[in-house]
Structures are given as C-alpha cells and as structure tokens.
C-alpha cells in the first residue's frame, strides 16, 4: 500500500424509510480504502453491500457521515457536479451489466467519453484499447444480444475503465454468470488491478473472489463485522 | 453532433413503433397543411383574378335579384367608364349532373375590352361577336371534355334557368378567373328566355384605377331610392365578399386542423412514455457513467421531436403533392381546388406544430425519468 486514500468513509450511516418503518442499512460506517487496493465487500443480503457502493459512487447520500473518494468530499455536490464527478473518477460494473441494447460493443464502451471532450479518433483509440484489455478487440461491432454473459460484462469491464477512473466499482458483477466466466471476470478485475493500478471495490456473494481481492470485508446488518486486511479501522462496529 | 448515433439509434429501437408514430405524425400534420392551406384559395383568386380597374355591380338586395337590363346605358354615361358588360350565371349542366363548371352569358360588344387579360385565341372574340350561338370556352374546360373548337355543345339549364342552349365554340380563354369556365351570349340567353331583360351584375371598366371610387359613388347615387338599388365595388372587394362567405369554413378548418395535431400529440406523447418508461432503467445506468440529467432529457426530447420532423416531413411532402394532383385535376374537383396551395407560412407553421408535439409528448416523461433517483430506477428493473 502506498498510503494514499482511494476512499473514505467517516461514520457514516444511512438509514431508509419504508412506509413507517426505518430501515438501517449502514450504521456508524468507517472506511478507507487506499488507492491500487482490490477490495471485496462480502456479505448476506440485506448487509448494506451495494448501499456502501452507491454511496461511494455518488448515487446516493449519506444520513449522517463523511464520503471522499480520491480526496474530494463528494457530500456536497450536487446532481450535476456528481454526474461530471461520476465521469471522471468512477466506472461503474453491474450485476446485469446494463449495456445499451441498441449499440455496438464499440459504442456502448464509447458512451462514457462521448462527456470528454476527447476527438472521434482519440475515442476510437481509448475504445480499442480498452476491448483489448478486456479481451474482445475482435467482438467492437457485435451487439449486446450477440454476446455471451461474460463476454457482455467484459464489454461492461471496459466501459468502466475506458475513462481511466479514480476507481472501478463493481456491484455483484459475477452474479449472473456461470461459474467458468465467473472465474474470468473475477480474473480480469484482479488483472486490472495488477497490470493498470486501478482501485477495484466490488461487492460480491461469490465465495470465490477471496481468492483474488487482497481486501475481504465482511458486512452484516450494516456494520462491518470482520475484515481479511487492516483496512477497517477503528471507528468500524 | 456526438450523441446523433444514440439518438438515431434509440429511435429505432422498435421499429414498428417509431413508424407507427411518424406515420400518425404525418397524416395528422398532412391534414393540419391541408386545411389550414385553404384560405390561401382566398389570396390566390384575389392576386390572379382582380382588376384595379373593374367594378363589379349587383343589386343591393343581394345575389339572387336581378338588376334591369336598361341600367347598362344609364351606367355607361357615366365620367370615365370604358366598357359596361351585364353578366348572367347560367349554371348549366353538360352531359351529366357532375360536368359542371360556371358558365355565363355575356354581353358580347365589349368583352375583350372588360377582360382583356383572360387571353383569349386570336380571332376568337370576333366569331363571338359576329355568332349568336357561339362561346369561349377556357383551355381548362376543352382539354377536360375534350372538346375542339368549331365544335357544338349543348347545355342543359338547371336551377336557374330551366332551358338549354346549344352552342358553337369558337375560341378559347387560357386566364380566366377559374381553370374551367365557359362564357356565351346574353342576347342568345334573352331570346330563349323571352327577353325578361334582367342582368346579374353589370362588369364597369374605368378607364383608371383613381376612376373607381368615383364611378362607385356615382353609380350608386344614381340608382339610389330604385326599385333596384345597386351596390357597387371593386373587383378585388367583390371577390373578397364572394370568398368571405366562406371565412367561417377556413376557420373551423384551421379549428379542425389544431384539433388533429392535439390528438395526434397525446397519442405521440403516449408512445413516448412507452418508450421512456422501457428505458428508464438505461437512464439511471448513463446517469450513473456520468451524464448529467439536463443532457439526457435533451437528448430524449431530440429523440421525439426528430420523430415529429420526419413526420413532419412526411405530411407536408402527402399534402404537396395531393395540392399538385388536385391542381392538374381540378377541372373534376371544382374549378378553385387548384389554386389551393401550401404557401411558406404554413410549411412554417406546420414545422412549428411538429416541433411543439416533439417537445410535449416527451417532456414530461423523459423529465420524470431523469428525475427519478438513480438508485430507485436501477432497483425498480433489476
């Protein structure tokens, strides 16, 4: 670890309304995450898992508490200044992927740095290259429904880090694969992590992810309950 | 010009759809040209027909009563009139009940000197003045019924004048005030009827435009407190009045056409909700990669108002080119069809009507979509 902060939660809690019942889904959470660190958040349902994700992303606030990511408070900000935020520090992976249906593999990689004000030739550089990391230099025009699950979360992968982002975060992302491509996104993430420096936070159920984060946390009933590194600091129930 | 594949490409996400829409778009802003075009019928007879220098005259009791055949010479005397020309409808039918076009006795003497513009065929005028029987018949009419001239034709009275008149053509009219006319005279007309001497209107030519406030004055003053007083105007007024009384028409027309675009935009509007509501999931993702709320509900609204434009496009495109089909067979649909044209302002209008079903039939879902919270919509699907 080289002691700079990816992210940072400081006591950070959020609580829910249901009708009239108040849900907790993080209590009193503190968190830091050091840059280059490939981290996963484990735990049952209901932990509080994608809330730790959504608030690190900026999707959603805190009831109480302090979020910075790459060193900027992101509490403050509004919708607007969270989306150009978004842009450039965050790249987001989902449990479904959510491609564009209606683009390309190319296109739906391009999507983000059509907010940059990057040139159609440097966007086309950026896009292949990263295809190429992700391993499907030879798939750009194929659509999302011609894809296999693992190969769409590949395209996914490289929409998230065509940008070059502070950090990828990846919500569940092998969920809704077999195990064999399971294994290789789990595989490219930690590559990415290795080869590109890039900060990974993924919240995850898949057991076989312990073997290629060098981070576990574990989280129930929105607390951290254990942690297999020293990131969890003190202030963590 | 960055996010144009996005917008292309959503827009034919369901095809079916989308074509769907732009057709309903484009007959509704087909019938919106068309009908809101049919007051420029008004314009158009008006710029092409009126003479600054002819004056109209009918009794002030309205069309339907005569005026004495004996007011012509009274009229005639007075300051600065040219040319004193008595008019009859005679409403004649040829052949079948739907071969009608206007046709009118004359008063032969003085026509080419009344309607020197209606371009009549070199030696015309004089056979029609030396022929009793004889008629000038517009090209619109000749190449409608195929007729030629030194042919004879009969036509057969209706409402008006309930006798026949066969007659000689002995020329043509290329620019008369409609596409299909026939004239013939009113002395021929007088004799079958047994002379009742009565005129519908009397046609004065002034010998300028300054003239003709004054022989109006004039005109009238002398035939005031008659038993037929006669109410005089310029052409261009006498037209007016003709066409005015179908002001109400062109009106509930226009009334009728914003009525479709409004239905057609709810049901626009409809159609996009559909889609915005499909996608809603899709926004809250971009939203989530970085695109701010403003640029996506830019770009979903671009998405309905190009929808708008092709239809848009489409309607006027129908709309041109049914005017051009009823210009080239206006002589069957009635003699002022043809001249109803789409003018500018109403391509103008018509673009501003696409543009406004655009803009309403998306904003108020894809502002909705872009309102919601990213987390709520990206649960709501997954």
């Known amino acids: 670890m080289n002691g700079k902060e990816a992210v940072c939660l400081e006591r950070v809690s959020r609580t829910y309304k249901r009708d009239d019942f108040e849900v907790h889904a993080l209590d009193n959470v503190t968190l830091t995450i050091p840059e280059r660190s490939f981290v996963a958040i484990m735990g049952p349902s209901g932990s509080g898992k994608t809330t730790i994700l959504n608030l690190i992303t900026g999707i959603d606030h805190p009831t109480s508490g302090r979020v910075s990511v790459g060193n900027e408070e992101i509490n403050g900000m509004n919708e607007n200044q969270l989306a150009d935020w978004r842009a450039r520090h965050i790249g987001l992976v989902f449990q479904f992927y959510n491609l564009i249906p209606v683009l390309t593999a190319f296109e739906n990689v391009e999507l983000p740095l059509l907010l940059t004000g990057l040139g159609k030739a440097e966007r086309k550089t950026h896009v292949e290259a990263a295809l190429e990391a992700v391993g499907l230099a030879e798939r750009m025009q194929h659509y999302p429904r011609q894809l296999s699950g693992g190969q769409e979360q590949r395209v996914a992968i490289a929409r998230a880090i065509v940008t070059d982002p502070t950090i990828v975060v990846a919500d569940e992302p092998t969920g809704d694969l077999d195990a064999k491509s399971a294994e290789e996104i789990l595989s490219l993430l930690a590559e990415l992590n290795r080869r590109f420096k890039k900060t990974i936070v993924m919240v995850t159920h898949d057991s076989r992810a312990e073997r290629f984060a060098d981070t576990i946390l574990r989280l129930d009933k929105g607390v951290f309950v254990g942690a297999e590194s020293s990131l969890v600091s003190g202030g963590a129930r | ?382």
């Open chain 2, 1 to 382: 010009m960055k996010f144009t594949t996005l917008v292309l490409k959503n827009l034919l996400r369901s095809k079916r759809r989308t074509i769907l829409t732009v057709l309903s778009i484009a007959i509704s802003l087909f019938i919106f040209s068309a009908l809101v075009s049919l007051p420029t019928v008004a314009n158009h007879v008006l710029a092409d027909t009126a003479s600054s220098v002819r004056i109209a005259c009918r009794t002030k009791m309205g069309q339907a009563y005569p005026l004495p055949e004996a007011y012509k010479a009274k009229i005639a005397r007075t300051p600065h009139v040219v040319a004193v020309t008595p008019d009859n409808f005679f409403g004649g039918v040829y052949h079948e009940v739907s071969d009608q076009f206007p046709n009118i006795a004359v008063d032969p003497e003085q026509i080419d000197v009344m309607w020197p513009d209606w371009g009549f065929s070199p030696g015309g005028v004089e056979e029609f003045k030396k022929l009793r029987t004889a008629c000038l018949a517009a090209e619109g009419t000749m190449k409608r019924f195929h007729l030629s001239v030194g042919q004879q034709i009969q036509l057969r009275g209706a409402t008006y004048y309930p006798v026949n008149v066969t007659l000689k053509i002995v020329g043509t009219i290329a620019k008369g005030p409609a596409p299909s006319f026939l004239v013939f005279r009113r002395d021929y007309l007088e004799e079958i009827e047994g002379r009742p001497g009565r005129v519908d209107n009397f046609w004065v030519r002034a010998d300028s435009s300054q003239a003709v406030p004054g022989i109006i004055q004039s005109v009238n003053a002398k035939f005031a407190n008659s038993s037929a007083e006669t109410q005089c105007d310029s052409e261009a007024v006498f037209i007016g009045s003709v066409i005015g009384r179908f002001r109400m028409f062109f009106t509930l027309a226009r009334i009728l056409g914003l009525i479709v675009v409004v239905t057609i935009g709810l049901v626009a509007a409809n159609a996009a909700a559909m889609s915005i509501r499909e996608r809603r999931n899709e926004i809250a993702v971009m939203r989530s990669i970085g695109f701010r709320s403003p640029l996506i509900l830019r770009l979903l609204i671009a998405e309905s108002v190009v929808t708008a434009l092709a239809g848009c496009v489409l309607g006027c495109g129908a709309a041109f080119a049914l005017l051009k089909v009823f210009s080239v067979t206006s002589d069957v649909l009635g003699p002022f069809v043809g001249a109803i044209q789409i003018p500018p302002p109403v391509v103008l209008e018509t673009l501003l009507a696409a543009i406004l079903i655009g803009l309403w039939s998306s904003y108020v879902p894809a502002r909705s979509a872009v309102r919601r919270k990213i987390v709520d919509a990206l649960r709501m699907v997954d």
